[in-house]
């Protein structure tokens, strides 16, 4: 566990609160803002775990001194990056959903 864990656990469990207490009080923005600080505590923590496992993957690669060793530890590390690039898009394309549905009541 690293600092990224801690402060992403951290900031999920304050966004928690926040958002609750704006909700109890009719407060959008605050309610709002708790939900954004769920979000980057999320991401936060996400970072930490991608960031032990790349330490991990590569300690072992150096332990073990093998080439095929080092090629699966490249494999890792592009998994991660590409499930973090596809985990960004669909959060977008949430996000995209969430403003058009908001226009489209607006409108009505």
Avoid at 8 to 31: I, P, R, S, T, Y
Avoid at 50 to 58: M, P
């Amino acid at each position: 566990m690293n600092k990224e864990n801690v402060t992403g656990k951290l900031d999920q469990a304050a966004g928690k609160v926040k958002q609750k207490v704006g909700e109890a009080f009719g407060d959008q923005k605050l309610a709002n803002s708790g939900a954004a600080q769920q979000v980057k505590g999320a991401a936060k923590e996400a970072w930490g775990n991608a960031k032990d496992t790349a330490a991990e993957v590569g300690d072992r690669a150096r332990a073990q001194g093998h080439t095929a060793t080092e090629e699966k530890a490249h494999d890792i590390r592009e998994k991660i990056t590409s499930t973090a690039q596809n985990v960004k898009e669909k959060i977008n394309a949430k996000l995209d959903d969430v403003k058009h549905h908001d226009d489209v009541r607006q409108v009505h």
